[in-house]
């Protein structure tokens, strides 16, 4: 079978996991990702994972907290995320590596460039947690650093919405969806797809992304059969 992509980068929210519940884990959700990891993977993928951490921590809750307290909670429960995907998809007969950023020896790799492509090349799915391992960065940003790093030829932006607007479409129903559009564009008119670090990265790397709706898991392969699906940013 013909891929449109030997090597990606999945970036999925911790909101992504949490399904309707809006919060924590959903059994029922991972699994419908996981089914669809699986399947590209049989197809010859080489699959990496950044997970955020929303359904657990996000931003500071209340204005006492500091700043880098608050982002290493975060990149804690992008711990919590990884070992509950790394289950999921072990169960599935999927071989798969967890690698932290910041050392968590007892339950997963510390991050090593090499080690994470050997990995890929011998056809086990990689989950990277922690973010970048430093404050004041966000998962995304985390997945275009690792996306560079791993030489992944896209990253795979999933989302609650299906691709990139003009404006927030839950909010202005006259917003616009764009099939394809560039970084600087994002830049100029400051759309909320990724943070400007992540957005820039992306742009001075050439790594394109591909944003589309996780609401239906499908879509992960459908991208790799080379279907149009969401937005394309390059």
């Known amino acids: 079978m ?11 929210s911790g909101e992504a996991l949490a399904g309707k519940n809006k919060n924590g884990i959903d059994a029922e959700t991972v699994a419908k990702i ?25 931003g500071r809750y209340g204005h006492e907290m500091e700043r880098t307290t608050s982002d290493y909670m975060g990149m804690l429960a992008t711990t919590i995320n990884g070992l509950a995907l790394q ?3 072990e169960s599935r007969g999927i071989f798969t590596r ?4 910041i050392e968590m020896r007892e339950i997963a790799e510390p991050y090593i460039k090499r080690k994470a492509i050997k990995h890929l090349e011998r ?10 391992g430093n404050p004041y960065f966000s998962t995304d940003t985390g997945a275009a650093l690792r996306a560079a790093e791993t030489d992944s030829e896209v990253i795979l932006l999933a989302k609650t919405i299906d691709g990139v607007y003009s404006a927030d479409p839950k909010e202005d129903h006259s ?5 394809e559009i560039t970084y600087l564009d ?5 759309l909320k797809v990724m943070d400007s670090t992540a957005t820039s990265l992306c742009r001075d790397n050439k790594i394109p992304l591909v944003v589309f709706g996780i609401d239906d898991p499908e879509n992960i392969v459908r991208i790799i059969k080379g279907e149009k699906i969401g937005t394309l940013v390059k």
């Open 123 to 132: 056809g086990r799915v990689v989950i990277f947690a922690c973010g970048t």
């Open 186 to 190: 994002i830049l100029n008119k400051d």
């Open 34 to 58: 996981c089914d669809k990891i699986k399947e590209i993977v049989d197809m010859g993928v080489e699959v990496s994972i950044v997970v955020g951490g929303g359904n657990f921590w996000r």
């Open 2 to 12: 013909d891929i449109a992509y030997k090597r990606v980068l999945l970036k999925l």
């Open 175 to 179: 917003a616009v969806k764009y099939d």
């Open 98 to 101: 967890l690698q932290t950023a």
């Open 87 to 89: 289950d999921a998809l």
